[in-house]
């Protein structure tokens, strides 16, 4: 299950030190300097795209079919999201999520729900294909015997997609005593919305996969702003392919392993 906890960031600001003044005295004045003050310049930041090909970080898709009969079903994953499946009624089959797992007995949380309260179900058993791999479909069943059984079962092969999750590593962060999220946007006309948008106060672990159709990505723009409310953007259109899932590490700089990285200049809004 996601361990992620709250940011919080309690560091003080620096004051500026005061400019230097000519003496007043009516004598001889000696020469005199000036000290200035300069905003240091807005650090280079880079947008790298490293594939993700193992299953565990890699995305599959997966849907939930709820076989209890008269259990009303959640079920959570190691993925990000809160519930990957929520308030699933009985005899009822959920649309596929993208979502990712490398032992789905280890990282797949059920809950029951009745009308005032969710308890948590550990799973009897789990049969079928306890990892799930990258670019495949997925159904898991669930019925409910002696105890919470799943069967999990390969779905046809998908249409092609592409998906896009975010690591970000914002150094404008440092100086802030209660930073906003920072802001991620892909632009590409390949999304239902035209974009594939993210915000999060988290560096060590990465957003949700969001799902892009086809196999190949045309990116327009990446644009992305700090928690200072700084935006940086790439100066040029890019394509994405190759893999069913990239990692997109926003930093101060290149990812090792990137399969594309870009540099975000500093823009004015």
């Known amino acids: 299950m996601d361990?992620?906890?709250?940011?919080?960031?309690?560091v003080a600001l620096a004051g500026c030190a005061p400019a230097g003044e000519e003496s007043s005295s009516s004598g001889t004045s000696e020469p005199t300097t000036s000290a200035t003050t300069t905003s240091p310049p807005d650090p280079v930041l880079h947008a790298s795209f490293v594939r993700e090909e193992?299953?565990?970080a890699g995305p599959a898709l997966l849907r939930l079919h709820n076989a209890t009969g008269d259990q009303i079903l959640s079920l959570t994953l190691d993925d990000g999201r809160p519930f990957s499946f929520y308030l699933v009624e009985p005899l009822a089959v959920t649309d596929h999520v993208i979502t990712t797992s490398d032992d789905m007995f280890e990282d797949a949380i059920l809950s029951i729900h009745t009308t005032d309260t969710c308890?948590?179900?550990p799973f009897h058993e789990m049969t079928g294909p306890l990892s799930l791999e990258p670019g495949h479909?997925?159904?898991?069943?669930?019925?409910?015997?002696?105890?919470?059984?799943?069967?999990?079962e390969e779905?046809?092969?998908p249409d092609p997609y592409v998906g896009f999750r975010a690591l970000v590593a914002d150094?404008?962060?440092?100086?802030l005593s209660s930073p906003a999220p920072s802001e991620l946007v892909i632009s590409t006309s390949a999304a239902p919305d035209g974009e594939?948008?993210?915000?999060?106060i988290f560096s060590e672990f990465p957003e949700p996969y969001v799902l892009v159709p086809g196999s190949k990505v045309n990116v327009d723009k990446v644009r992305f702003v700090d928690r200072t409310g700084t935006a940086?953007?790439?100066?040029?259109?890019?394509?994405?392919?190759?893999?069913?899932?990239?990692?997109?590490?926003?930093?101060?700089?290149?990812?090792?392993?990137?399969?594309?990285?870009?540099?975000?200049?500093?823009?004015g809004d």
Do not use: C, Q, W
């Open 119 to 121: 308890v948590r179900k």
């Open 3 to 10: 361990k992620r906890l709250p940011f919080l960031a309690l």
């Open 171 to 175: 150094p404008s962060s440092s100086g």
């Open 155 to 157: 779905d046809a092969t």
């Open 54 to 56: 193992k299953a565990g």
């Open 232 to 267: 940086h953007e790439t100066s040029a259109p890019f394509v994405v392919e190759g893999a069913h899932g990239y990692t997109l590490h926003i930093a101060d700089k290149a990812m090792d392993g990137a399969e594309i990285d870009v540099v975000l200049e500093p823009v």
């Open 137 to 152: 479909a997925y159904g898991i069943h669930v019925s409910l015997e002696t105890g919470f059984l799943a069967n999990i």
């Open 196 to 200: 594939v948008a993210f915000k999060t």
